[in-house]
């Protein structure tokens, strides 16, 4: 257990890294169309791996997982930007974060059988999805139907692309798996462009990036990029039974993005502010007892 949490806690810091990123570039509302083609392929880059790592011939089933992981991934990509559009990002994220683990608990009993959980797992469960809720949320939560429709679908569809991801490296070697993975998503993202309307979102002269911002978004998808891949790995790594218990500790990335925005308010409020108050503060402290609650719980 102990080496796919730490793995876990890595990725969520280097998420946090990522989204910092985008709150800094992404004044403005995001064009989904675009964005999911340019993160999707990104997914790319796994494949240099192909220089230092021997692929053997996956079986069939194995390649029909990493389609499914691949396409659920930008399918959920793309809900989540369209959601991001149309409403604010502090009611999407939330919702995101706490749909996703339970998501993930059913399907795993549908896709692995039932998996046993002891009480203390369940509190632990319950707990860190409770804070990282709270953490993130900003606003009251909408229930519009285009809000529920769009955050369900994203929530269940990434769910359904972490099942996909353990059911790959549990038929093939981590680093063998991530490669025939990213290659997936990354042919997925560019059989977008054979829709016109995606062709023009992506190179028309109202792209989502200059050139300036271009190179700055690349360079913190760097960060993105080393997340992805130590998420899969702690995939590969977690039994499927924690499964759903490792996706709650998102939490997590909650707690060192809100340490980042608040050392940057307080120190360099010339590159980036954010608003604090001592609501806020209590709140945020109210969450990270929460998260630290199921941490313990988790480990006992």
């Known amino acids: 257990m102990i080496l796919w949490f730490f793995v876990i806690v890595a990725s969520y810091f280097f998420f946090s890294v990522s989204v910092f990123g985008d709150k800094l570039l992404l004044a403005g509302k995001p064009n989904p169309k675009s964005y999911t083609f340019y993160?999707?392929?990104?997914?790319?880059?796994?494949?240099?791996?192909?220089?230092?790592?021997?692929?053997?011939?996956?079986?069939?089933?194995?390649?029909?997982w990493a389609i499914l992981s691949g396409l659920a991934t930008i399918l959920a990509?793309?809900?989540m930007f369209c959601a991001v559009e149309q409403f604010e990002v502090s009611r999407v994220m939330p919702a995101l974060g706490g749909l996703q683990p339970i998501f993930v608990f059913l399907l795993t009993d549908i896709f692995f059988g039932?998996?046993?959980?002891?009480?203390?797992?369940?509190?632990?469960?319950?707990?860190?999805?409770?804070?990282?809720?709270?953490?993130?949320?900003e606003k009251s939560l909408s229930l519009e139907?285009?809000?529920?429709?769009?955050?369900?679908?994203?929530?269940?569809?990434?769910?359904?692309?972490?099942?996909?991801?353990?059911?790959?490296?549990?038929?093939?070697p981590f680093l063998s798996g991530l490669i025939l993975m990213g290659a997936a998503t990354a042919c997925i993202a560019s059989s977008l462009l054979l829709g016109a309307g995606f062709r023009r979102a992506i190179f028309g002269?109202?792209?989502?990036?200059?050139?300036?911002?271009?190179?700055?978004?690349?360079?913190?998808?760097?960060?993105?990029?080393?997340a992805g891949f130590l998420q899969n790995w702690a995939i590969a790594l977690v039994p499927?039974?924690?499964l759903a218990i490792m996706n709650s500790l998102r939490g997590i990335q909650y707690i060192f993005l809100?340490?980042?925005?608040?050392?940057?308010?307080?120190?360099?409020?010339?590159?980036?502010?954010?608003?604090?108050?001592?609501?806020?503060?209590?709140k945020k402290s109210l969450s990270i007892l929460l998260i630290g609650l199921g941490l313990i719980l988790l480990v006992i």
């Not at 880059?45 to 194995?62: N, T």
């Open 77 to 79: 990509l793309y809900f």
């Open 258 to 282: 809100f340490a980042i925005t608040l050392f940057f308010s307080l120190f360099l409020p010339h590159i980036f502010t954010e608003k604090i108050s001592p609501g806020i503060i209590l």
């Open 205 to 226: 002269k109202h792209a989502a990036f200059d050139r300036k911002n271009g190179v700055v978004f690349l360079s913190f998808q760097l960060s993105g990029a080393a």
């Open 145 to 172: 139907p285009t809000y529920v429709k769009l955050v369900t679908g994203s929530a269940l569809l990434f769910s359904l692309s972490y099942v996909f991801s353990k059911m790959v490296f549990l038929g093939m």
């Open 39 to 64: 993160v999707g392929i990104l997914n790319s880059s796994v494949l240099l791996l192909l220089f230092f790592v021997p692929m053997g011939l996956p079986s069939l089933s194995v390649i029909f």
């Open 240 to 242: 499927v039974g924690f």
């Open 114 to 137: 039932w998996q046993t959980v002891t009480l203390t797992g369940f509190f632990a469960f319950v707990a860190l999805i409770a804070g990282s809720v709270l953490i993130s949320v």
